[in-house]
C-alpha cells in the first residue's frame, strides 16, 4: 500500500477484555516497529520485527502484551485482560531495513485504545 | 542506554517568526542518527528532517534547519517563517547503530500564533 494502515483507528473497550489492534506496513518493507504513546507522552518502544529474525520484544511492559507478524507482513497487537493504563495511542511504524543506514521509519495514524 | 530529552513542553511563535526546538541526548555510541518527528492533531508521524552523527554540517529542509552540536550532544531544530500549517507536537528521536528502536523525547507543543 502507499502507506502504514492501522485498524481500529479508535476502540473503546471495557477492563478485562482483550483488544487486537492491526498494522499493515508498506510492501516490501522489512522491519516493523510498534510504539504506545500515553496521553501528552512521547513514544514508548514494545516490539521490533526485522524480517526472519527473532523479534525484539524488551519494551512490551507485561505479558499480557503480545505481538505477531504473519507472513512478513501484516502485524497484530495483542493486549489481554486490558487495564484502564493500557489506554493509550498505539503506532505502527515500518521501514525499507532494520539496519543502520537510516532507513528512515513510516509511520500510520495509529489506534487509539479507551479502556473503561 | 539511550535518553532524549526535550525540556520545552510548550512554545509559541507568530506566523512568519523564526522558532528554535531543544532537544539534548546521551548515547555511548560514536555513530547514531538523529531526527525530529511532526505530529499534528492528525496523529500522523512525519519526518521533518534527519542528522547523520558522522557529518559536521547541518541537515536543511527548507524552512527547516538543525544546530546539531555533538560534543555538546545538542541538536537543536530552526523552523524558519513559521506557517500556521507548522502547528504540531514535534518530537526529537535517536537511532544508534547497534540497536534497532528509534528512542524518543517527550515532544514540545509548538503553537503558530497569526
Known amino acids: 500500500g502507499a502507506g502504514v494502515s492501522q485498524s481500529p483507528s479508535n476502540k473503546v473497550t471495557e477492563k478485562g477484555k482483550d483488544v487486537e489492534l492491526r498494522c499493515d506496513p508498506i510492501?516490501?518493507?522489512?522491519?516493523l516497529y510498534w510504539y504506545r504513546q500515553s496521553l501528552g507522552q512521547g513514544l514508548e518502544f514494545l516490539i521490533y520485527?526485522?524480517?526472519?529474525?527473532?523479534?525484539?520484544k524488551s519494551g512490551l511492559p507485561s505479558d499480557r502484551f503480545s505481538a505477531e507478524r504473519t507472513g512478513g507482513s501484516v502485524s497484530t497487537l495483542t493486549i489481554q485482560r486490558t487495564q484502564q493504563e493500557d489506554s493509550a495511542v498505539y503506532l505502527c511504524?515500518?521501514?525499507?531495513?532494520?539496519?543502520?543506514?537510516?532507513?528512515?521509519?513510516?509511520f500510520g495514524a495509529g489506534s487509539r485504545l479507551t479502556v473503561l | 542506554a539511550q535518553t532524549v530529552t526535550q525540556s520545552q513542553p510548550e512554545m509559541s511563535v507568530q506566523e512568519a517568526e523564526t522558532v528554535t526546538l531543544s532537544c539534548t541526548y546521551d548515547?555511548?555510541?560514536?555513530?547514531?542518527?538523529l531526527f525530529w518527528y511532526k505530529q499534528p492533531p492528525s496523529r500522523q508521524m512525519i519526518l521533518v528532517i534527519r542528522?547523520?552523527?558522522?557529518?559536521?554540517q547541518n541537515a536543511t529542509e527548507n524552512r527547516f534547519s538543525v544546530n546539531f552540536q555533538k560534543a555538546a550532544k545538542s541538536f537543536s531544530l530552526k523552523i524558519s517563517d513559521s506557517q500556521l500549517g507548522d502547528a504540531a507536537m514535534y518530537f526529537c528521536a535517536l537511532l544508534e547503530t547497534s540497536g534497532s528502536r528509534l528512542t524518543f523525547g517527550e515532544g514540545t507543543q509548538l503553537t503558530v500564533n497569526p
Open positions: 511504524a515500518s521501514s525499507l531495513q532494520g539496519t543502520f543506514g537510516a532507513n528512515v521509519l513510516t
Open positions: 520485527f526485522q524480517g526472519n529474525s527473532a523479534p525484539d
Open positions: 548515547t555511548s555510541e560514536s555513530d547514531y542518527y
Open positions: 510492501s516490501g518493507h522489512t522491519a
Open positions: 542528522q547523520e552523527a558522522y557529518k559536521q
